[in-house]
C-alpha cells in the first residue's frame, strides 16, 4: 500500500484524502525518509535549488482580534504595545534592500490604527524608494482597501487560514467567520495578487484527516505561497497548558504540501526553527521547502511581537541574521536566489 503512493508520487498523480491522511501518521524513519526524498526531488523539479529569502517587518503588535492562540490577541494586557511609523518603516525597508533582499513582508496585527490612506502611502513610498516586492500581511480588511492597495504596488498578501475544518476554526477564532476568511483570499487573487496562507500544525483539537484537508486546499486555492508551522503554546492564551505540535508532523506537512501542490513558495518558518533551534530551517530546506524569512524589525521591538514564546534571532541586529541564514542556507549546498522570487504559477511581477 505505502509503495504504491509512493509510486503515485514518483509518477506525479494526485494524492486522495485518505492516502494524504495516511502517509501523515507514518513514523518509521526509514519510510519517513523515503517521504522526504520525494518531497526534495518535487521541489528540485518544479521549483529548483535557489532558496528565495524575504525580509520580515513587524510594523505592530497591536490587534483588534482575539484568536485562542496569539500571544498579541487583544485581551492580553500582559505586553507592551507597539507601532512603527511610515518613516521607520522605510528605513527598515531600506535596510532590507541593503542586506539584499528583493522582497519585504510588512507584518502586523489587525491594527486599524493604519488606515487605508496610511497604508497606501507606505506602499507607495517602499515601491518609490527601493527596488523591492512587497508583501503585505495585515489581515482582514474591506475589499476597497485590498484594491488600493494593490493599485499602490503591493505584490503580494499573507493571509493564513489557519485550518480548514470550519468548526476547529470558529473554536479558534472567536470574532472571525471562517466563510469571509476564505472569501478575501479569493478577492485577493480575482485582483491580481500573489497569494499566501497556511496552517498551524498541531493546534489543539487538529486531527490527521483536517491536516490532510488543508493540504487539498492549498491545492485546491492554487496558492502562490503556504506557510506551514508548529503550533506553540503561549501561556496568556486560553489554550495555556496545551502541548506544542511536533517539528516531526511539521515536517511531514511541509513535505506532503510540495509534493500535492507542486510549484508552490514553502518557507522553511521561524516557529519550526524555534522548536529546532540547531537545523529546523534547514531541515524543512530539504524536505520541501524553498523560502526563508530573515528578521528585519528593530531589535528594539523583537520582543514584543511575540505571537508565541521564545521565538528566536529576538536579540540579533538585521545583519546577523542575514549573515546567519545565509551560512545556514549555503552549509545545505542550496544557492540563495538574487531575485525578486515571485510565484512559480503566473508573472504577476510589477
Keep these: 500500500m505505502l509503495q504504491e503512493m509512493f509510486d503515485k508520487i514518483d509518477a506525479d498523480a494526485d494524492l486522495t484524502k485518505d492516502e494524504i491522511s495516511y502517509l501523515l501518521t507514518l513514523e518509521k524513519e526509514d519510510e519517513l525518509e523515503q517521504l522526504y526524498q520525494r518531497a526534495d526531488q518535487v521541489r528540485k523539479r518544479y521549483v529548483g535549488e535557489e532558496v528565495h529569502l524575504r525580509g520580515l517587518i513587524e510594523l505592530s503588535n497591536y490587534c483588534r482580534k482575539n484568536c485562542l492562540y496569539c500571544g498579541i490577541r487583544r485581551d492580553n494586557r500582559a505586553i507592551p504595545r507597539y507601532r512603527m511609523d511610515v518613516e521607520e518603516v522605510l528605513e527598515t525597508v531600506a535596510l532590507a534592500e541593503g542586506l539584499g533582499y528583493r522582497t519585504v513582508v510588512l507584518q502586523s496585527g489587525e491594527d486599524l490604527h493604519y488606515t487605508a490612506d496610511i497604508l497606501v502611502s507606505m506602499v507607495r513610498q517602499v515601491k518609490q524608494q527601493s527596488d523591492v516586492a512587497v508583501t503585505l500581511s495585515i489581515g482582514e480588511r474591506p475589499r476597497h482597501v485590498y484594491e488600493k492597495l494593490f493599485e499602490a504596488g503591493a505584490d503580494r ?17 472567536p470574532d472571525s467567520r471562517y466563510e469571509e476568511r476564505m472569501a478575501i483570499l479569493t478577492w485577493l487573487k480575482e485582483m491580481g495578487y500573489q497569494v499566501g496562507s497556511g496552517v498551524m500544525v498541531g493546534v489543539p483539537g487538529q486531527t490527521f484527516d483536517d491536516l490532510a484537508q488543508d493540504i487539498l486546499t492549498f491545492k485546491e486555492m492554487d496558492l502562490d505561497m503556504v506557510g506551514v508551522g508548529p503550533y506553540i503554546c503561549h501561556e496568556a492564551t486560553p489554550l495555556a497548558g496545551s502541548p506544542n505540535g511536533t517539528v516531526e508532523m511539521t515536517l511531514k506537512v511541509v513535505a506532503l504540501t510540495r509534493i500535492v501542490t507542486r510549484d508552490t ?43 508565541y514564546p521564545d521565538k528566536i534571532c529576538i536579540g540579533d541586529a538585521a545583519e546577523q541574521c542575514q549573515g546567519c541564514i545565509t551560512g545556514r542556507i549555503m552549509s545545505i549546498g542550496r544557492p540563495i536566489s538574487q531575485d525578486y522570487g515571485h510565484s512559480f504559477k503566473r508573472n504577476t511581477a510589477k
Aim: proline share 8%.
Design 157 to 173: 498578501y499573507l493571509m493564513r487560514f489557519e485550518t480548514s475544518n470550519p468548526d476547529l476554526y470558529k473554536r479558534l477564532h
Design 265 to 307: 513558495n514553502i518557507p522553511a518558518t521561524t516557529a519550526l526553527a524555534t522548536l529546532r533551534p540547531l537545523d529546523g530551517r534547514e531541515k524543512a530546506l530539504q524536505v520541501g521547502a524553498n523560502v526563508v524569512m530573515p528578521n528585519v524589525t528593530p531589535v528594539k521591538y523583537r520582543a514584543l511581537y511575540e505571537l
